[in-house]
């Protein structure tokens, strides 16, 4: 499975960005997926995840009501929505694929159960 993530940029405190990860090389498609971040010197962190068919979603207390994850199943392309943005959501974001599991575990924003990463996208706000 490859993942390649993009649409990060620095933006000022209040703005948008829609960040991309488009997945290839597994035809079942059938995962859950999540975003993660990486601010400079701390820990990565689980933003938000789905499952399978979007039949749930799940987000970090800190992103609730701003970010929206979805994902687009024809095309393979898993989106976060992210709108007033604020200078603590500055991190590296990386997309990312649970292949064990289809559905929510509980453990759907932690980063050890995911098997396969993109190599992040930056984003900067100000």
């Known amino acids: 499975v490859q993942l390649v993530e993009s649409g990060g940029g620095s933006v000022q405190a209040g703005g948008s960005l829609n960040l991309s990860c488009a997945v290839s090389g597994d035809p079942s498609s059938t995962f859950v997926m999540g975003w993660f971040r990486q601010p400079p010197g701390k820990e990565r962190e689980g933003v938000a995840a789905?499952?399978?068919?979007?039949?749930?979603?799940s987000y970090a207390d800190s992103v609730q009501g701003r970010f929206t994850i979805s994902q687009d199943k024809d095309k393979n392309i898993l989106y976060l929505q992210m709108n007033n943005l604020k200078p603590e959501d500055t991190a590296m974001y990386y997309c990312a694929v649970d292949h064990a599991h289809a559905r929510f575990t509980g453990d759907e924003l932690k980063d050890w159960q995911y098997s396969y990463w993109g190599h992040g996208t930056q984003v900067t706000v100000s």
């Open positions: 789905i499952e399978s068919g979007a039949s749930r979603t």
